[in-house]
């Protein structure tokens, strides 16, 4: 803005023989506001129109009175309150738009008529009484008297013979709330926050007496801890990135994050990292195993979960694996030393003999068959399918379900298969073969790897038999007296089971049956 002092220093510098050009570099201003200003003949005071200001009628000018006799008669009263009562006496007069005027007005008039002394004196008389109640020096009938007998009165000064000093302090805001005393003075009392003193009066106002005084977050469970959370969780990281329309071949934080909101189960990311490591799992890790890159993982996945949910009495669905090959070495494990005593395996060991276990979970009765075998191969296969064919002779269907390695998906296997469900038509009695195999790299839903989990930790781990017969003796031991247990006690492989098994052995997209310290 142009000042009086620039147009002075322009008229001392003004000489016939300056240009106005040069001028207005000399005063670093320009050259059209010195035209102005030169034609003129006036400074830039003089040019200027005095503001005019609007002025609006007092809208509490006649209420006024009424409010100034009840500060006096409360001087805690606040302007809220005020405000509530003038338009519950005029109604349809003031809009809410003028509390705020209100407000201002009432506290230029306490600045005005009240000095500090007074407000210091009103504070400490307040504080004094609050004393009293958190003392208990004051007695039902003097409360009830003084505070107009507000509702729950009895039941809140119960809690005022609390240990608990929290209980104590909620009663002395809501009795000094009703008492009139401002918020601030009562949290300074206090010493606690005045959004906490806030919250105390909000859950008072709703008759929420038994929410108040709770003394802890019952019935309430962390995601991190609720099954259907973790669950959701690995139900989503199972599946491919793809399915759910996202360039990626593995999953990372963000997109695992965004998803589970998208789909209702939002969970923040720490949570989402809790629950992962408490299976076991690094992140590194979960990218790798976690994950199956099968484009049909979601139509093979639902094939199987048809099956397993209209499957018959006389059906049966077999989890098929092979364990091994391992060799016979003293092996490694956790195990109870005592004080001093140094726990190691020789790092290298001459072994004694090579084992492969291929065995059958039958989902149904938990019953579990299994052989050893020379190596992996669709032989295997073929001797594993007669065996179930001779022990479950009379069924109506066998369920084969398996990972993706190619000895199970060979040619020659499909043949004999196909060649036992033509003799169907000539011995109806037969049981019917159907495959129903696993997505590609999706052995977290192999249930059998559970069985193989609890067997390994049993008698594998810390073992260090002589020969491969005396492993073999300690296998079918393990298999047989599981076997047992179940046949006394039916129950289908879906929950927690024998006890041996690290993992749940169950049948859920959400599960992973993979134990990571095995193996």
Same mark, same amino acid.
């Given at each position: ?8 220093? &322009? ?14 570099? $000399? ?24 503001? $005019?200001?609007? @002025? ?15 500060? #006096?008669?409360?001087?805690?009263? !606040? ?5 509530? !009562? ?68 009895? /039941? ?16 002395? @805001? ?31 106002? #709703? ?21 259907? *959370? ?18 990626? @071949? ?42 199956? #890159?099968?484009?049909? *993982? ?8 048809? +099956? ?81 064919? #001779? ?56 249930? +059998? ?9 049993? +008698?594998?781990?810390?073992? =260090? ?10 296998? =079918?031991? *393990?298999?047989?007296?599981? /076997? ?18 690290? &993992? ?16």
């Amino acid at each position: 803005m142009i000042t009086d002092e620039q147009i002075l220093q &322009v008229r001392n510098l003004l000489k016939p023989t300056t240009s106005l050009k040069e001028l207005a570099i $000399v005063t670093d201003m320009d050259a059209k506001t010195l035209r102005k200003y030169l034609i003129l003949g006036k400074l830039p005071s003089e040019c200027r129109i005095p503001h $005019v200001w609007r @002025t609006c009628p007092d809208p509490f000018e006649d209420v006024w009175p009424e409010v100034v006799d009840e500060i #006096k008669q409360n001087p805690n009263v !606040s302007s809220v309150l005020l405000f509530r !009562s003038l338009q519950a006496s005029h109604p349809c007069r003031f809009s809410e738009g003028q509390l705020r005027t209100l407000q201002r007005k009432v506290k230029n008039w306490k600045e005005t008529h009240s000095d500090e002394e007074d407000v210091r004196c009103n504070s400490d008389a307040a504080k004094k009484w609050m004393l009293e109640i958190l003392s208990s020096n004051q007695s039902l009938h003097s409360l009830t008297q003084e505070l107009n007998n507000p509702p729950h009165l009895s /039941n809140l000064i119960k809690y005022l013979k609390s240990d608990r000093l929290v209980d104590r302090k909620k009663i002395v @805001t809501i009795l000094s709330k009703q008492k009139g005393i401002p918020n601030r003075i009562i949290a300074d009392f206090l010493e606690l926050d005045p959004k906490t003193t806030r919250r105390y009066s909000a859950l008072y106002s #709703k008759d929420d007496i038994v929410k108040l005084f709770a003394r802890e977050r019952s019935g309430i469970t962390k995601k991190r801890d609720d099954p259907a *959370y973790i669950n959701a969780l690995f139900t989503t990281l199972h599946r491919p990135p793809c399915t759910y329309e996202i360039n990626r @071949t593995s999953w990372k934080m963000d997109d695992l994050h965004r998803i589970l909101a998208e789909i209702g189960w939002g969970m923040s990311r720490q949570t989402i990292r809790a629950i992962v490591r408490k299976a076991g799992y690094k992140w590194r890790q979960a990218r790798r195993v976690l994950t199956s #890159k099968d484009p049909e *993982y979601k139509q093979k996945l639902e094939r199987i979960t048809s +099956i397993l949910q209209c499957i018959g009495p006389r059906d049966r669905f077999f989890s098929i694996d092979e364990y091994g090959p391992f060799y016979i070495t003293r092996k490694r494990g956790r195990k109870l030393v005592a004080p001093g005593e140094e726990h190691t395996v020789p790092q290298h060991q001459k072994a004694r003999g090579r084992l492969i276990v291929t065995a059958a979970l039958e989902l149904g009765t938990n019953q579990v068959t299994h052989f050893y075998s020379e190596n992996k191969n669709t032989n295997e296969m073929i001797r594993l399918l007669e065996v179930l064919l #001779k022990e479950y002779n009379g069924m109506d269907a066998l369920y084969l379900s398996w990972d993706a390695a190619s000895w199970h998906l060979s040619k020659r296997f499909f043949q004999r298969v196909e060649d036992h469900n033509a003799l169907r038509i000539t011995q109806p009695e037969l049981p019917r073969i159907e495959l129903a195999p696993l997505p590609s790299g999706a052995q977290f839903l192999n249930v +059998i790897e559970s069985v193989f989990s609890g067997m390994a930790r049993a +008698i594998i781990h810390n073992s =260090d038999y002589e020969t491969c017969r005396e492993a073999m003796c300690a296998i =079918d031991k *393990y298999f047989a007296e599981r /076997n047992a247990y179940f046949r006394l006690h039916p129950k289908r492989a879906g929950n927690k089971i024998w006890g041996k098994e690290r &993992v749940e052995p169950s049948f859920s997209e959400g599960n992973n049956c993979k134990d990571p310290l095995w193996r």
